[in-house]
């Protein structure tokens, strides 16, 4: 398995809270990315990284910030977490032998904004 | 029309079946083509990639018809253990992102 952890894997928050999720890889690979999930809609992409400092955004950006300040870790952050923001995020990996577009998944983080 | 379709099932099939699926895609520039595997709870891992030529992988038969922008999953065989929702998944050319259809879910009946 790829070396991806995630933190917290679980979190309970109220609106309008700010909250950051962490991605963290020991694989060394240049690109990283934060989906969302949700029944329905499946993998959604919200920002992702193709070096440290260099983001962008996905098809689901607003209400997100990331920031990439080192190669192994990608942070998420919820600037003023909303209801519609309760959903399970995963980050994922890619760049290595397998090629870019091959993507690894971290385990997922299950956020609750009530 | 979503860029990438799938049937959300579930399919129950009984062991030792054979079972299919298949998924379209609407960008005709599309690359890449791969099958992840999602159990409840948890990532999505990699399955296979889909190759041009067709692939397989042990009890596992990926086809790729480019005329028709369709993948499609061979699970011959079918074990307990391939209960689980299959997502199809499309890169562009020259784009790190990837598209995900929402899954096919399938659950093997003992």
């Known amino acids: 398995d790829a070396g991806i952890t995630q933190s917290p894997r679980h979190k309970v928050t109220e609106t309008g809270t700010p909250v950051t999720l962490r991605c963290h890889q020991t694989?060394?690979?240049?690109?990283m990315y934060w989906y969302r999930q949700d029944p329905g809609h499946g993998l959604r992409l919200i920002h992702y990284s193709y070096g440290v400092k260099d983001t962008d955004k996905g098809e689901v950006s607003d209400g997100y910030s990331v920031s990439r300040s080192k190669t192994e870790d990608f942070l998420l952050t919820l600037e003023s977490a909303t209801s519609s923001q309760t959903s399970v995020y995963f980050c994922?990996?890619?760049?290595?032998?397998?090629?870019?577009?091959?993507?690894?998944f971290g385990p997922g983080t299950r956020l609750t904004v009530l | 029309r979503k860029e990438v379709e799938q049937d959300p099932g579930p399919f129950n099939v009984p062991e030792g079946a054979t079972v299919a699926f298949n998924c379209t895609y609407s960008n005709s520039a599309s690359q890449s083509f791969f099958w992840y595997r999602q159990d409840c709870r948890k990532e999505p891992k990699l399955l296979m990639s889909v190759y041009s030529s067709g692939n397989e992988d042990g009890r596992f038969t990926a086809q790729l018809n480019r005329a028709s922008q369709y993948i499609s999953l061979l699970i011959r065989d079918s074990k307990l253990s391939d209960s689980a929702t299959y997502l199809c998944?499309?890169?562009?050319?020259?784009?790190?992102?990837?598209?995900f259809g929402t899954g096919t879910r399938l659950t093997i009946i003992p």
């Open positions: 694989e060394n690979h240049r690109y």
């Open positions: 998944v499309v890169n562009d050319f020259g784009n790190e992102k990837l598209t």
């Open positions: 994922a990996i890619s760049g290595g032998v397998a090629g870019t577009d091959t993507q690894y």
